[in-house]
């Protein structure tokens, strides 16, 4: 190995990426606007809270007993 120890070694500091040395991430603060939910109010509109499956209609057509 070209590295003095044994192990894995950090770059130096001047070639360090922003999170190797530390930097937040992001602030962490939650978006408090009110404008931010406009526009979503009727997205669940016109929608069945329990819709039925796609395949449903096929399934009972090729499984169903008739002769």
Not at 12 to 23: C, I
Not at 30 to 36: G, L, M, N, Q
């Amino acid at each position: 190995m070209s590295a003095p120890n044994a192990g894995r070694q950090s770059p130096e500091p001047e070639q360090q990426s922003g999170s190797q040395l530390g930097n937040q991430a992001g602030s962490g603060k939650i978006d408090e606007s009110k404008s931010k939910d406009q526009g979503k109010d009727n997205q669940t509109q016109g929608l069945s809270s329990n819709p039925t499956p796609v395949l449903k209609e096929h399934s009972e057509a090729t499984t169903s007993k008739k002769s």
